[in-house]
């Protein structure tokens, strides 16, 4: 039993806290009910002596066998005369609660406060749409209800509450009453209680109340339908106990400098995981999102307020006039865009514990925030606090192109086109806020004013953004997927501005992906694009962070690959040096003695140091599946060659194959146990460009698509499979698209003969076991790269030549004539 009084006047606070809990056993045979409890009276005395005599009362009747009992202990008693019933079959026993208030006062009458007189019953708030405002002098205001009661279930305390909060309003008409209104404050909290076979219950140690004030508001989610908005409230060191201090949820309404009380939580007993759930209706919503999940009804989101998602709510101290926990903006001028949660959520970052009375965006994930995007309710999470990131980590989007060129007219036509290097990203909605913005000249804050918001767009399915103005939407129709035609905005500058794309909002943000150096205007500098064309090179798919590198880009004039070659949606420069990257399979391995020791290499002869191209993958076809469709592709577009050309991807772990071959020779190490590199010596091998899921073209290829190989002539099951650098038609080890088995020593082959170990194969290197490697002097390309003569110090003249089709060969003879030293 527990019994709680409140004395409240405005020279102090006066409570009077006794706790007295009555325990129970399992299992329960009888059903124990004691006699009808005493009023509760509260009286407040006004410092002039005015006296506001208020009166709460709680009775609660249980019908048994067509016999009505009382189901409350009396307040005033520690033992009572208990009546047991006999519940040896399980039983459904009807309950039906009384809730009363008082006003004992004979002329004065009192003033219902409605946001803070609640009625509790076993947890649940009961919303009392019937709640009058005054109760007249020597009246009272009473809410019924009527639930059941499980005899059978573990038995438990249920506890039962009243609360009234009210103003005294005096009669001025009567001459003896002197005095000032008073403010008028009564609680009792009672219980019921179970007993097992008639033994008395033992006295169980009390609840403790909650005397901590550490609440922070976790997460407050306004999503479409009304069924699945809810406000998220913790306070860990509370789990379990009774709020003792009135602690109230307040809301400021966009455009408002007041704000309106949304409850009161004094008297709810925190729930075990530490969480309070503010709904608008209980049963709705834990018809979403599970029973129990709701523990306190209320006006959360008023319809008055056109639920524009820019609604602040604190946390808020009743008697001591301090404002504990705080989301949004207090300021009614405030636009309060970067709060907003129209449509979406907004939840606090875990490592944020402390209450803040102040706002701090920059301490919260807000969807949409400043941009367009929403939530749904599978997005939600009511009782679980872990950091949610909108879509997905960090993605990568990167600019890969922008254009700054005049039509006929002279008329800019202008565009940037990004990319996202996430294939599995490609269709779905870009859900955190990401913006393309412009520096301008040399600023060194970008202008939000004039930004594109990424936010909230879906990705195309081949993973390109083109954002056009009004001019170059019109010379290239179909080619750009937004129009975004702002003065001063990243598709409208001239050429001196750096664009760049940030994840954030005005009050924070990061840098992602930039061109240009921000805080330098680029006219006559390494980043001037003005009626030019910049694109970025391919082997550069990593965003830079903010971090200008000239290196990674080219940048054409008009005269020289200019609008003309423009090509949105595509991404086919390479870094200008006009030399195609080949990529050929030199050697696929299965040696016997062990499967770890099994691996793929591919060789590029003239991109040693550079990046694979985008949407390079490395496959392999089952026999047994859709001869369409390559399995368990690995994404090589992030990964950078090494300098001797050679790219070797191993079947397993770095500790497996390290117990096996030097340290260092494998490249990668796929993290799927199904992939190309872990071949038994029976599956079809490739090198593909494009998407593997749809559309792909064949670059490089080993074995048939299909065919099952063991016992063929691709058969390379406990040996490997070695391509041949010189063949009799003249191939010469390059790429093929169809297989050709010719080209290829194959060990067993089909006549299944012979083996090949670990010390036979040789990863990293290509030995071509039938034409041993001779000098080669024939054929040979020789360019001069570069020429040098540096003013300040001849001594470091030079000139350099490159070969692109025959490295690390032996040159027998070569003349050069110098002419110009």
Wanted: net charge negative; aromatic share 10%; with cysteine.
């Amino acid at each position: 039993m527990l019994l709680t009084s409140y004395f409240h006047h405005q020279k102090g606070i006066l409570v009077s806290l006794l706790l007295l809990y009555l325990s129970a056993l399992t299992p329960p045979t009888t059903f124990l009910v004691g006699a009808e409890p005493n009023p509760h009276y509260c009286e407040t005395e006004n410092g002039n002596g005015t006296v506001c005599k208020t009166q709460v009362k709680i009775t609660c009747r249980a019908t048994v066998d067509g016999t009505e009992l009382d189901c409350l202990n009396p307040d005033e008693q520690n033992t009572v005369p208990w009546l047991e019933i006999d519940a040896i079959n399980c039983q459904t026993i009807p309950i039906k609660v009384e809730f009363k208030m008082c006003n004992m006062n004979e002329n004065d009458r009192i003033q219902i406060i409605p946001e803070t007189t609640r009625f509790m019953f076993m947890g649940e708030e009961l919303i009392v749409d019937d709640k009058k405002q005054w109760i007249e002098p020597l009246s009272c205001r009473t809410k019924f209800i009527d639930r059941t009661v499980d005899t059978c279930r573990t038995p438990k305390q249920r506890p039962m509450s009243v609360l009234l909060n009210a103003r005294m309003i005096r009669d001025e008409t009567d001459p003896t009453n002197q005095g000032d209104n008073g403010h008028c404050f009564c609680y009792t909290y009672k219980k019921t209680t179970f007993k097992v076979n008639g033994t008395p219950n033992p006295i169980e140690p009390p609840v403790d109340p909650c005397v901590t004030k550490n609440y922070i508001i976790t997460e407050i989610a306004n999503p479409n339908p009304n069924a699945g908005k809810y406000i998220e409230i913790y306070n860990p060191e509370c789990a379990g106990k009774v709020i003792q201090d009135p602690i109230e949820v307040i809301r400021y309404p966009y455009g408002s400098s007041n704000h309106v009380v949304v409850t009161n939580l004094q008297g709810l007993q925190i729930p075990s995981d530490g969480f309070l759930i503010l709904c608008k209706n209980k049963q709705q919503t834990d018809n979403v999102y599970g029973q129990g999940t709701c523990n306190v009804e209320a006006d959360i989101f008023p319809s008055s307020s056109s639920n524009t998602g820019k609604d602040s709510y604190a946390v808020y101290d009743f008697y001591g006039r301090i404002r504990i926990d705080l989301y949004g903006s207090k300021n009614a001028d405030n636009n309060r865009n970067v709060q907003n949660i129209s449509n979406g959520r907004a939840e606090r970052k875990t490592e944020y514990l402390d209450p803040s009375s102040y706002w701090m965006p920059e301490i919260w994930n807000i969807i949409p925030g400043e941009g367009t995007g929403q939530i749904s309710l599978s997005d939600l999470d009511p009782r679980t606090w872990t950091n949610f990131d909108p879509i997905q980590e960090p993605i990568d989007i990167i600019i890969t192109e922008i254009i700054d060129t005049d039509d006929a007219n002279g008329v800019p036509q202008r565009y940037v086109e990004l990319y996202v290097t996430d294939l599995t990203l490609h269709g779905t909605k870009i859900t955190s806020p990401y913006k393309l913005v412009i520096y301008p000249g040399s600023y060194t804050v970008p202008r939000f004013d004039t930004a594109f918001d990424l936010q909230g767009i879906t990705i195309p399915s081949d993973g390109f953004i083109v954002v056009c103005n009004l001019r170059a939407s019109t010379l290239l129709p179909g080619k750009c997927d937004f129009v975004h035609d702002v003065f001063y905005g990243p598709t409208n500058s001239d050429g001196n501005d750096q664009i760049a794309i940030i994840l954030g909002g005005e009050n924070y943000y990061d840098n992602m992906d930039v061109f240009g150096d921000i805080g330098t205007d680029g006219f006559g500098t390494d980043h001037d694009f003005e009626d030019a064309r910049v694109v970025r090179k391919l082997g550069y798919i990593t965003p830079n962070q903010g971090v200008w590198d000239p290196n990674q880009w080219i940048i054409y004039r008009n005269s020289n690959n200019g609008i003309t070659d423009a090509d949105p949606s595509q991404w086919n420069n390479n870094d200008g040096d006009d030399v195609d990257c080949e990529f050929i399979i030199t050697e696929i391995a299965d040696p016997v003695t062990t499967p770890y020791g099994r691996f793929v290499e591919i060789y590029t002869p003239f991109c040693g140091g550079k990046r694979f191209p985008i949407n390079t993958f490395l496959v392999h076809w089952d026999p047994n599946d859709d001869v369409d469709a390559p399995s368990d592709p690995i994404d090589l577009s992030k990964m950078t060659i090494p300098l001797d050309g050679f790219f070797v991807i191993c079947a397993t772990s770095d500790e497996d194959v390290n117990n096996i071959y030097v340290s260092g020779t494998c490249d990668y190490f796929p993290s799927s146990y199904n992939n190309a590199a872990n071949n038994k010596g029976n599956e079809a091998v490739g090198i593909i460009v494009g998407l593997p899921t749809s559309s792909f073209d064949i670059l490089d290829i080993y074995g048939v698509i299909g065919v099952d190989g063991f016992g063929t002539n691709q058969d390379f099951g406990d040996g490997r499979a070695v391509r041949k650098r010189n063949t009799d038609d003249g191939d010469n080890g390059g790429p093929s698209s169809v297989w050709n088995p010719n080209h290829w020593i194959v060990v067993p082959g089909a006549d299944g003969n012979g083996s090949a170990t670990v010390d036979d194969c040789d990863p990293g290197e290509w030995k071509d076991e039938v034409e041993p490697i001779t000098p080669i002097v024939d054929d040979l390309v020789l360019l001069i790269s570069e020429m040098a003569t540096p003013y300040d110090n001849s001594a470091n003249n030079f000139i350099e030549l490159y070969s692109p089709n025959k490295r690390n060969a032996v040159i027998e003879s070569v003349s050069l004539f110098p002419s110009f030293f």
